[in-house]
């Protein structure tokens, strides 16, 4: 079926470690993003691409990176885990003319210890 | 700056009320309004958008809103709430050539039978 698939869908990681979350699209959208999802705080975007080859930091970008593989994928990467990245993970797409529906995967949940 | 403002962390419901989540919003420009629900350990799913066409909007699942420029609100109502209504449900604004899709703290929605 036609999405955004997102992996892994669970992950624990101690304090320091590393790891990336990856996200693809195979509905040939424009923009990807990366948000968080923590209780009471509603989704905070992290990382946007409005398109292949760019990218900017969202509302909470400390403590992460990504990359634009290509136009189907764009990957979360954590340098250094700590405790304050448990969450959860969703990434969404958009095709940006024309159609405002983002479309969200089934997320990743992170936990750090 | 664009916000997102939903009243009422949680919300509860007898199976068969009228259910009515509220959200007002800030935007400096015409908004793009979005309700979306997410189901327990799920992702999120777009409800209803509205995109400057008509003010009332119907979504999926007979859930309703109705865009107020007056009163900076979006406010999504059901007539006759099910048990397959419970769920958490986010509110979220972005300008119509934006990037981004800010959201809401979330409203939980508890249906009693």
């Known amino acids: 079926n036609a999405g955004v698939t997102q992996t892994p869908k669970f992950q624990v990681l101690k304090t320091g470690q590393s790891m990336t979350l990856q996200c693809a699209q195979d509905m040939n959208h424009n923009s990807m993003y990366w948000y968080r999802q923590d209780p009471g705080m509603g989704l905070r975007l992290i990382y946007y691409s409005a398109s292949e080859g760019t990218t900017d930091k969202g509302e909470v970008p400390n403590g992460y990176n990504v990359s634009r593989l290509n136009k189907r994928e764009f990957s979360l990467r954590l340098e250094s885990a700590a405790p304050s990245q448990t969450s959860v993970y969703f990434c969404?797409?958009?095709?940006?003319?024309?159609?405002?529906?983002?479309?969200f995967g089934s997320g990743t949940r992170l936990t750090v210890v | 700056a664009q916000s997102v403002t939903q009243l009422g962390s949680h919300v509860s419901v007898s199976e068969g009320a009228l259910v009515l989540l509220r959200c007002n919003y800030s935007?400096?420009?015409?908004?793009?309004l979005f309700w979306y629900v997410q189901y327990p350990n799920q992702g999120l799913q777009l409800l209803l958008k509205?995109?400057?066409?008509?003010?009332l909007v119907k979504g999926i699942n007979g859930f309703e809103a109705e865009f107020k420029k007056s009163e900076t609100s979006f406010h999504l109502t059901k007539p006759s709430a099910h048990m397959s209504d419970a769920a958490e449900y986010f509110c979220?604004?972005?300008?119509?050539?934006?990037?981004?899709?800010?959201f809401g703290a979330g409203t939980i929605l508890r249906v009693k039978s």
């Open positions: 509205y995109t400057s066409a008509a003010t």
């Open positions: 969404a797409s958009r095709m940006t003319v024309g159609d405002y529906g983002y479309t």
């Open positions: 935007s400096s420009v015409p908004p793009y």
């Open positions: 979220a604004v972005s300008q119509a050539y934006g990037n981004k899709l800010v």
